[in-house]
T-cell receptor, first 119, second 111 residues
């Protein structure tokens, strides 16, 4: 089955530093990847959609200069949280859509998530 | 406004019983609806997809119904087991490849 990995699984950083999270599709080519954040007991909130080789599309209210997304290849997307602050502490989850299967549905395969804690 | 509602209260059931979770939505006309399972500290795992022209979909002990008139989907787990304890998320496809998730319902299955 389709597998998506994320690295790191958890990270603790100081306020003002930048953190990079990687999302990889391991056994399929992901033409589209999605980045979500989730607060405790709340729904997944879509932050941005990234397509390989083009700029990410950010959801309303998400600062593109703070959350930098790079989707340089069909198997890798990165999210960089720049100048992190305590309010950025959250669970960040990526997902990928298998663009090569020709499927007309949006079945997304999720990574295991990254827990970010900003001190 | 557009809304997806899942029962925010946890559902507690006895092992062997059927668990039924509800997903209601307003102001959407989704082409299909999906159910995911999420364990604490983990990403969601895809379970089932049901299209607007399908009334019911089954997979092993799982069954999903989709009533576009009532704007409701029901998710059933038959012969539930403690290992089924998790949060179950309902997700609607809203156009393009954008998916909107409900907040989920926590299920506890007691042995």
């Amino acid at each position: 089955g389709a597998v998506v990995s994320q690295h790191p699984s958890w990270v603790i950083c100081k306020s003002g530093t930048s953190v990079k999270i990687e999302c990889r599709s391991l056994d399929f080519q992901a033409t589209t990847m999605f980045w979500y954040r989730q607060f405790p007991k709340q729904s997944l909130m879509l932050m941005a959609t990234s397509n390989e080789g083009s700029k990410a599309t950010y959801e309303q209210g998400v600062e593109k200069d703070k959350f930098l997304i790079n989707h340089a290849s069909l198997t890798l997307s990165t999210l960089t949280v720049t100048s992190a602050h305590p309010e950025d502490s959250s669970f960040y989850i990526c997902s990928a859509r298998d663009g090569t299967s020709g499927a007309s549905t949006d079945t997304q395969y999720f990574g295991p998530g990254t827990r970010l804690t900003v001190l | 406004s557009q809304k997806i509602e899942q029962n925010s209260e946890a559902l507690n059931i006895q092992e062997g019983k059927t668990a039924t979770l509800t997903c209601n939505y307003t102001n959407y006309s989704p082409a299909y609806l999906q159910w995911y399972r999420q364990d604490p500290g983990r990403g969601p795992v895809f379970l089932l997809l049901i299209r607007e022209n399908e009334k019911e979909k089954r997979k092993e002990r799982l069954k999903v119904t989709f009533d576009t008139t009532l704007k409701q989907s029901l998710f059933h787990i038959t012969a539930s087991q403690p290992a089924d304890s998790a949060t179950y998320l309902c997700a609607l496809h809203t156009g393009g490849f954008k998916t909107i998730f409900g907040a989920g319902t926590r299920l506890f299955v007691k042995a």
